[in-house]
């Protein structure tokens, strides 16, 4: 019996296993090959920590979120690629519109990680806990791109933006996204709750509006898309970007882990242009979809 016969709780709980599954499995991979390599499971005492967390985060990242997705999806149908749509080519205009978009949102999506910082408690056990998640997280990316050589740019973009990007829309739009929606029979709904459990599992609660933000966006991108490309192209662009960004002004000598974007001279304008713009372009993806469906 294919698994898509089964109850819905049941494909999540099984779904749920292979991620946890995947997870141990590959990351104790990853640990054994640093330990081939440096002599040691850890990748922040190794002789090389910068190359140790990517070999540790790509195991990482297609043990938690690719494998899963692809054996949950073969359960379904004996199909590896028909349940996340990725055998579907996406939408020339919507491809457009999202390469307008990966531009347009950084500037919100910075907002957006203002006001969360803003609003979150400061005090108390709960902050405490928080920033420390923060904290850890922080220092893995800021060991990762400590480094300021061209090498090292591409080798991000490649495990924390291909990669992460194509593994992680896999998952949440590609298995996860489908399951809830046909569970609760109601595709805005179901991405909320995808985008939801998106940002949760990141684990970094001072950006957790911005996540769940983004985390929509892709999911409406993959509803009215019809095809897995779409939310992966706009998901890679978008961590490409920022990696970018990031690189390129820490190289001119400046304190991104402070720098808001509203602190920049002139930024209000632009925050007002870019929202504009994407609420436009978004409107336009919502017009191409409907006038396919027609």
């Known amino acids: 019996m294919r698994l898509q016969e089964k109850p819905y709780w049941i494909q999540l709980i099984v779904l749920a296993l292979f991620m946890l599954g995947g997870m141990l499995l590959f990351s104790s991979l ?3 090959v640093l330990l081939l390599i440096y002599h040691t499971p850890s990748m922040l005492d190794a002789a090389d920590p ?3 967390i990517r070999i540790s985060q790509t195991f990482a990242t297609i043990g938690t979120f690719l494998m899963p997705a692809l054996l949950f999806a073969y359960c379904q149908n004996r199909q590896w690629f028909d349940y996340s749509a990725a055998n579907r080519r996406p939408n020339a205009s919507m491809t457009n519109i999202v390469l307008i978009l990966s531009i347009t949102l950084l500037p919100v999506v910075s907002v957006l990680s203002t006001f969360n910082m803003f609003i979150m408690p400061q005090e108390g056990a709960v902050a405490e806990f928080m920033r420390d998640m923060e904290e850890a997280a922080n220092h893995i990316l800021e060991v990762i791109t400590s480094r300021r050589s061209s090498w090292d ?3 991000n973009l490649l495990v924390l933006a291909v990669l992460a990007g194509i593994c ?3 998952f949440f739009q590609g298995a996860l996204q489908p399951l809830l929606t046909r569970w609760v029979n109601n595709p805005h709904i179901g991405i909320l709750l995808t985008a939801f459990i998106f940002s949760v599992l990141h684990f970094q609660f001072y950006g ?3 996540r769940f933000a983004l985390g929509v966006y892709l999911g409406y991108l993959f ?3 019809r095809s897995l490309w779409l939310p992966i192209l706009a998901h890679v662009l978008h961590n490409s970007l920022s990696i970018i960004v990031d690189f390129t002004l820490q190289g001119r000598g ?3 882990d402070n720098l808001q974007f509203t602190d920049i ?3 209000i304008p632009v925050i007002i242009s870019c929202t504009l713009v994407s609420a436009m372009a978004i409107l336009l993806l919502w017009r191409t979809y409907r006038d396919e469906a027609r």
């Open 168 to 170: 992680e829309e896999f």
């Open 254 to 256: 400046i304190d991104t």
């Open 50 to 52: 910068v190359t140790a």
């Open 223 to 225: 509803y009215w898309g």
């Open 30 to 32: 990853g640990s054994l």
């Open 208 to 210: 957790f509006i911005p």
């Open 265 to 267: 001279h002139g930024s």
């Open 153 to 155: 740019l591409i080798s």
